[in-house]
């Protein structure tokens, strides 16, 4: 009884990483810190609102008028797109499809808005995307003490996020994953476990002849 | 507009976590490492296979007769069991579900045949198990050159083995997760950052009141 011998090769696509979160739950520190791992490409998002203190064009977001970005809209340049208090935030699509085509994955970071349009996408290695990862705050009141200690927000702007935060906390069950915010440190080990073992889901591999 | 400011407590019961993989394919190398880790409790089988050299009873197996396992399987005291080249193989119920509902994780060695009666069970708690896990071997060659450098088994036994791994390498998409065996460091990685997201899975955690 002899046994073929096949030599495996196993390729897959990338894979497209989201993660929201109410503001202030940490979000944006653990994808600082995310950033500086070479697990993926962090996709720059488009946004017309104006930049916080020590935010750089092009790193942070690719800061644009109003004008550029309707006429981006309408143009169906962008993967998603959101309007939050009063300002929007988009992906490009171009650079992110190229990415996952060449098993690069790209993470990017949206509002809850944007998650739904990702996951109804037409293009498969898109609505494939791991959409579905909410970092919940560990309670309201460190919320709330985040909120303050970052200092950028008046208290009117921060009630009203924190009314925000209260309704999506309340969804977190509609997530695949929440991580319950801790440490930056155990956020990003958090993390960075869900990403690898999506990787290893066999659906994501094709088997090369 | 005054938010509330809910405290949340989660909790979540303990996961089954149960690995497959063809003999040889680094299986027993892969669990030996993860009992040294302290992320679960590990379910010693029963079976009635003799004992390999070194293998110690009520560590390695439950060695036990062939009249033992067929009165405990006479009294549905096993989750699972399976006969495998000529011998059984078997879980017992009670510790496992105690131990889950203590919110610990468990961790078992079964072959092929025994994960499809885990996911059938009537017991939520066990059929909400990870029993997808494959571990595939690099290749049919570098499989038959750790089965012989093992020594364990005639060479007649070694080409069955073969023989059964080559179909049960086809099934590998049928499971959640294929891990392509690497050393038994990348592999315990792997395995481990599996097994801490799925414990981020928003669906097993509930919330106290």
Known sequence: METPAPSRQFRRLGILFVVSAPSGAGKSTLLNALRQTPDFVYSVSYTTRQPRPGEVNGEDYHFVSMEEFEQRLAGDEFLEHAQVHGNYYGTLRSAVIEQLHDGVDVLIDIDVQGAQQIRSDGNPAISDAVADIFIMPPSLEELRRRLN???????EQIETRLHNAATEMEAWHAYRYT???GSVEEDLQKFRA????ERYLSHRMVLTP
Chains 1, 2 share one sequence.
């Open 149 to 155: 200690k970052r200092g950028t927000e008046t208290s």
């Open 179 to 181: 991580i319950i915010s």
């Open 194 to 197: 869900i990403m690898r073992a």
